[in-house]
């Protein structure tokens, strides 16, 4: 008997090893690396909660409330042969694509999400020596793509107003060896600043690749630039059919790209992507621009109330914003009840909305300190958030 104890002792501690040693397979930049942290679904949050999926106020992801184009729904139910794989030249949809935003469908690549069409791009200039420039604080993908290829990241930061530092952007491009990306986010994602034309020219004149990410342009009033792709062979414009179509969940994206660019983007994308319902419902969606206009003005003129609405509040300071959520600095000294006492108001105040069903993005990283954004929802949204906040803050 001591003998069998002893082999499942030793058999153990071989198991102990292996898994040891296993660990250490992984590359040293990944076990380093910080994971990218995504919003928590809905569903979950219900049950953590104890309150039903309808009752909470989802104001945390910048998603559009008011979803999909009938059309795009109605195409889903009609479609058929799901079990083939979907085209994998996108032809329809990058046709779709380019006569909606007047481009031809040969700088046009699409991918699952933008997220997906940021990866490539990175995989197609980046090797691990050399450099992203970023522009903080600003949307966590860019950084996360430099950190998964163990890329060098070079932040450098917005003013405190978050417009861009042209000066030191253009010191930094000179001082750092092999730049090769430069992402730039307009509107701005967390606080909905945006870019001039005169930034945007000076960005051009870097040797660099500049990639603008327009996740958020329809609600800025301002034209999107994908057309200056046919002028400007280092720019790279991104789209998104999340906000503007209400798509999130489908996740399409594309990039517009000068041709001599995007013939290598495609050597390095996987085939199949994005999924044949997300192809068909994005098609589909950018036929019923009744929708999508009907949709951006609601969001737009329910912003500017809600940006009213929270500036009455003495201890709030709202951002300007040309995008469909709001960014609002937390006074630092606000009595707010319940949390861990060590946390700021600004994630006790998130915290006392959550509780309450009010979900908001909480911030507390350099150039974020003690902030909360605020998606723009419905009015009846607007309305019960206004209500919990009194209610909160007495």
Not at 297 to 302: D, Q
Not at 348 to 364: I, M, N, P, S, T
Request: glycine content about 6%; aromatic content about 8%.
């Amino acid at each position: 008997m001591w003998r069998v104890r002893a082999w499942h002792l030793a058999s153990w501690r071989i198991i102990q090893l292996v898994i040891a040693d296993v660990e250490q397979l992984v590359s040293p930049h990944v076990r380093a690396m910080q994971p990218y942290t995504p919003i928590v679904p809905l569903d979950v949050l219900s049950q953590r909660l104890g309150i039903a999926p309808e009752a909470i106020v989802k104001l945390d992801a910048n998603e559009n409330p008011y979803g999909p184009s009938p059309r795009a729904l109605e195409a889903l139910a009609r479609a058929q042969d799901l079990n083939l794989y979907p085209d994998p030249d996108q032809t329809h949809l990058r046709e779709a694509i380019g006569a909606f935003i007047g481009v031809d469908p040969a700088h046009i690549l699409c991918g699952a999400g933008s997220d997906e069409v940021i990866a490539l791009i990175v995989h197609t200039f980046v090797r691990p020596e050399d450099a992203i420039l970023d522009l903080p604080p600003t949307f966590g993908m860019y950084r996360w793509q430099a950190d998964a290829l163990n890329a060098r990241y070079v932040p450098i930061p917005r003013r405190a107003d978050f417009s861009i530092d042209l000066d030191s952007v253009q010191r930094a491009v000179a001082q750092t060896p092999s730049p090769r990306l430069l992402f730039v986010a307009d509107p701005n994602n967390p606080d909905g600043s945006a870019t001039s034309d005169e930034v945007l020219c000076e960005l051009l004149k870097l040797p660099v690749i500049v990639v603008l990410d327009e996740a958020y342009i329809e609600f800025s009033g301002r034209q999107s630039r994908v057309r200056w792709v046919l002028e400007h062979p280092n720019l790279i414009v991104l789209r998104t059919f999340s906000k503007l179509a209400g798509m999130a969940g489908l996740r399409v994206g594309y990039g517009v790209f000068p041709t001599q660019i995007v013939a290598h983007v495609w050597k390095v994308k996987p085939p199949y992507t994005p999924n044949a319902a997300g192809m068909l419902a994005a098609a589909a969606a950018l036929s019923d621009r009744e929708h999508l206009d009907r949709s951006v003005a609601c969001l737009v003129a329910e912003r500017e109330r809600l940006r009213a609405a929270l500036s009455a509040f003495s201890w709030l300071r709202v951002y300007p914003s040309q995008a469909n959520f709001l960014l609002c600095h937390v006074e630092p000294t606000l009595p707010i009840a319940g949390g861990d006492p060590s946390w700021t108001a600004a994630r006790r105040l998130k915290h006392a909305l959550e509780q309450r069903g009010v979900l908001v993005r909480y911030f507390d990283k350099d150039g974020l300190r003690d902030c909360i954004r605020i998606s723009v929802g419905k009015p009846e949204h607007t309305d019960r958030l206004l209500a919990v906040l009194r209610e909160v803050v007495g």
